[in-house]
C-alpha cells in the first residue's frame, strides 16, 4: 500500500494541539523537527506512520477522536477568538486539552446544543445539507400564533434565498401572548429559524437547540459540556445523505 501523506501543517492540527493557523506559525517559529531537522514549510509532506515528528522537542502523535456536546449560554460566539473580546465557546472548554471544532454555528442570542469534534468527516455529515440531520429548537415567539401560522411554517416559507423545506412544528403551550413552539428542521440556514418567524409576522424571542437527530440536550446544565457517548457518535457514523423528499 502507497504511504498516506499529510501535509505537516495537517499532522499538528490532527494531533489535536491547535488550529491550522496556529500549527502553520509554530512551524513558521521553528518549533517543529521531522526526523530531527527543522522543518519551517507548513505543505512539507510527512509519512505520519513513519516520519518522526516533534513539537518543541517533544514527540506528536495522532490524536484520539473527541466528540462533545456543549450546552451553549446565549451572549457566547461560536468562534475561537472574537476581536472585540466577547465570550465564546472555547472560555467554556477550557479543562479539555485537545483541539475541537464547533460543528456549524449558533447565532450570539441562540442557547443550546452545540457539538464540537476533532473529526472532520463527522462533521461534515453533520453539518452537510445533504445529509438532512434534523435538528430541533424550542421557541418562544414574540405572539400569539395561530393555527393557520404553524401550517405555514411546516409547509415551508419563503425566505430570501430559497422556500424552507417541510418541517416538523408542535405548539408546546399559549402562554400570555407567547406561543411556546417546537420546529425541526432539516436544514442548517443562516438564522433560519428566527427568519422563518419573521416570514409568519412574529419573531423569536428565546431561542435554545435540544437536539440534533436523536443526540438530546436533556438536563445538561447552561455552560456545561459533556463526551458524546458511543452510541450517539455511531448514529452519524453510519447516517447516509437522503436526497430528495424531506
Ligand atoms: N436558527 C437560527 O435562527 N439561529 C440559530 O442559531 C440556529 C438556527
Same mark, same amino acid.
Not at 473580546?85 to 477550557?94: A, N, Q, S
Not at 441562540?110 to 461534515?124: H, K, P, Y
Given at each position: 500500500m502507497p504511504p498516506v501523506l499529510k501535509t505537516l501543517e495537517r499532522v499538528l492540527s490532527k494531533a489535536g494541539l491547535g488550529s491550522r493557523t496556529e500549527a502553520r506559525k509554530w512551524i513558521g517559529a521553528g518549533r517543529v523537527r521531522v526526523n530531527g531537522k527543522k522543518v519551517q514549510t507548513p505543505d512539507h509532506w510527512v509519512d505520519p506512520a513513519r516520519d518522526k515528528v516533534t513539537f518543541d522537542g517533544n514527540p506528536v502523535r495522532q490524536s484520539e477522536k473527541i466528540y462533545l456536546l456543549l450546552y451553549k449560554p446565549k451572549g457566547y460566539l461560536t468562534t475561537y477568538k472574537d476581536p472585540e473580546g466577547r465570550p465564546t465557546v472555547y472560555d467554556l472548554i477550557r479543562d479539555l486539552k485537545a483541539w475541537v471544532a464547533p460543528v456549524g454555528?449558533?447565532? /450570539?442570542?441562540?442557547?443550546? /446544543?452545540?457539538?464540537?469534534?476533532?473529526?472532520?468527516?463527522?462533521?461534515?455529515?453533520? =453539518?452537510?445539507?445533504?445529509?438532512? =440531520?434534523?435538528?430541533?429548537?424550542?421557541?418562544?415567539?414574540s405572539t400569539r400564533l395561530s393555527d393557520e401560522q404553524l401550517d405555514r411554517l411546516r409547509r415551508g416559507v419563503p425566505l430570501s434565498d430559497g422556500p424552507t423545506r417541510p418541517a416538523l412544528v408542535a405548539r408546546l403551550r399559549d402562554s400570555g401572548k407567547y406561543t411556546h413552539l417546537e420546529i425541526t428542521i432539516t436544514e442548517g440556514r443562516n438564522r433560519q429559524v428566527r427568519r422563518m418567524l419573521e416570514a409568519v409576522d412574529s419573531k423569536a424571542l428565546k431561542l435554545v437547540r435540544t437536539a440534533i437527530g436523536p443526540i438530546r440536550i436533556g438536563d445538561l446544565a447552561i455552560g456545561k459540556w459533556r463526551k458524546l457517548t458511543a452510541a450517539e457518535v455511531a448514529c452519524f457514523a453510519a447516517h447516509k445523505p437522503r436526497r430528495g423528499g424531506s
Amino acid at each position: 500500500m502507497p504511504p498516506v501523506l499529510k501535509t505537516l501543517e495537517r499532522v499538528l492540527s490532527k494531533a489535536g494541539l491547535g488550529s491550522r493557523t496556529e500549527a502553520r506559525k509554530w512551524i513558521g517559529a521553528g518549533r517543529v523537527r521531522v526526523n530531527g531537522k527543522k522543518v519551517q514549510t507548513p505543505d512539507h509532506w510527512v509519512d505520519p506512520a513513519r516520519d518522526k515528528v516533534t513539537f518543541d522537542g517533544n514527540p506528536v502523535r495522532q490524536s484520539e477522536k473527541i466528540y462533545l456536546l456543549l450546552y451553549k449560554p446565549k451572549g457566547y460566539l461560536t468562534t475561537y477568538k472574537d476581536p472585540e473580546g466577547r465570550p465564546t465557546v472555547y472560555d467554556l472548554i477550557r479543562d479539555l486539552k485537545a483541539w475541537v471544532a464547533p460543528v456549524g454555528r449558533l447565532d /450570539l442570542d441562540t442557547s443550546g /446544543l452545540l457539538i464540537l469534534t476533532n473529526d472532520n468527516q463527522f462533521a461534515e455529515r453533520l =453539518a452537510n445539507p445533504d445529509y438532512k =440531520a434534523p435538528k430541533t429548537y424550542q421557541v418562544k415567539a414574540s405572539t400569539r400564533l395561530s393555527d393557520e401560522q404553524l401550517d405555514r411554517l411546516r409547509r415551508g416559507v419563503p425566505l430570501s434565498d430559497g422556500p424552507t423545506r417541510p418541517a416538523l412544528v408542535a405548539r408546546l403551550r399559549d402562554s400570555g401572548k407567547y406561543t411556546h413552539l417546537e420546529i425541526t428542521i432539516t436544514e442548517g440556514r443562516n438564522r433560519q429559524v428566527r427568519r422563518m418567524l419573521e416570514a409568519v409576522d412574529s419573531k423569536a424571542l428565546k431561542l435554545v437547540r435540544t437536539a440534533i437527530g436523536p443526540i438530546r440536550i436533556g438536563d445538561l446544565a447552561i455552560g456545561k459540556w459533556r463526551k458524546l457517548t458511543a452510541a450517539e457518535v455511531a448514529c452519524f457514523a453510519a447516517h447516509k445523505p437522503r436526497r430528495g423528499g424531506s
